[in-house]
């Protein structure tokens, strides 16, 4: 049975390791929120130049992340995510002549079989999700939030990857830590949403009975993760598993935008989750 564990690097860094994703060439990490330098809200391995957070820290952060999984220097790509279903594939000779920026390429998914960057998927509540087809040396990682995966980012990420090479039954996917079920209460208008677009889904609901009770509203508690895992096997991806760890309760290890949220703090941090080949 696959399993993952946590690592501390060399560097302060502390992030899981899956062993689906541990098959040289490919290498990975899903970082947590310890080691970088960001203080206050942000503390400490904030990774997104998307917040308020001072630009230096969050660049001496992705450095960090580089140094914890690799010595040579590559790019790391990660990119302006919009909840949306979009994919872009990447390779280091259109990154040298400008093609793309960091943090400029708008989209949710990413695939490459470019030995020269590295993949980064930023979350805080949301689903990172990093796949590789070892074989054919093809690398994906997208994010899903409801709304991505509802419309379609994981099927088009795998899209994506057998568009370069890979073969969907030799793709192997991770979904890294995100928010529960337990912790992700949403409305009866929310339910009907993911059901009219995928009927199946309805087992991925529970009944937040106390909260209903309370509020007079029906209230729910959705599986997101579930909902990630039901999206991959409608893709007929069966080599998959889920790092099964809650943002929103585990918030000394990881950021969670609903946390933050609930307490009322004006930004929040992102973890970053980072896949490569060699």
């Given at each position: ?134 074989d054919a040396g093809v690398i994906g990682a997208c994010h899903a939030g409801w709304k991505g995966a509802a419309s379609g980012i994981i ?124």
């Amino acid at each position: 049975m696959p399993v993952f564990q946590l690592h501390k690097s060399y560097t302060g860094a502390v992030y899981y390791k899956h062993e689906l994703l541990s098959t040289e060439p490919v290498f990975h990490g899903f970082f947590t929120r310890i080691g970088g330098k960001s203080k206050g809200i942000f503390s400490h391995l904030n990774t997104s130049l998307r917040t308020a957070d001072l630009e230096d820290n969050v660049i001496y952060n992705r450095q960090i992340v580089k140094n914890s999984l690799i010595h040579d220097e590559r790019q790391l790509i990660t990119l302006h995510q919009s909840h949306g279903n979009k994919v872009v594939s990447i390779n280091s000779e259109e990154i040298k002549n400008g093609v793309y920026k960091d943090t400029e390429l708008q989209a949710d998914g990413l695939v490459s079989k470019d030995k020269n960057v590295l993949l980064g998927i930023l979350t805080a509540d949301c689903a990172p999700l990093l796949m590789a087809d070892v074989d054919a040396g093809v690398i994906g990682a997208c994010h899903a939030g409801w709304k991505g995966a509802a419309s379609g980012i994981i099927e088009n990420t795998i899209n994506a990857m057998c568009n370069i090479g890979a073969k969907k039954k030799n793709i192997r996917c991770v979904i890294g830590p995100s928010i529960s079920q337990n912790s992700y209460q949403v409305g009866a208008d929310f339910r009907d949403i993911i059901i009219e677009k995928t009927p199946s889904a309805k087992n991925l609901f529970m009944p937040d009975t106390e909260a209903s009770i309370s509020s007079g509203i029906n209230k729910f508690l959705f599986d997101l993760p579930g909902f990630c895992c039901l999206k991959l096997e409608d893709a007929h991806i069966k080599q998959y598993d889920i790092i099964d760890i809650d943002t929103y309760q585990n918030h000394d290890l990881l950021f969670s935008y609903r946390l933050s949220c609930h307490q009322k703090e004006d930004d929040y941090g992102r973890q970053i989750s980072v896949i490569g080949i060699r």
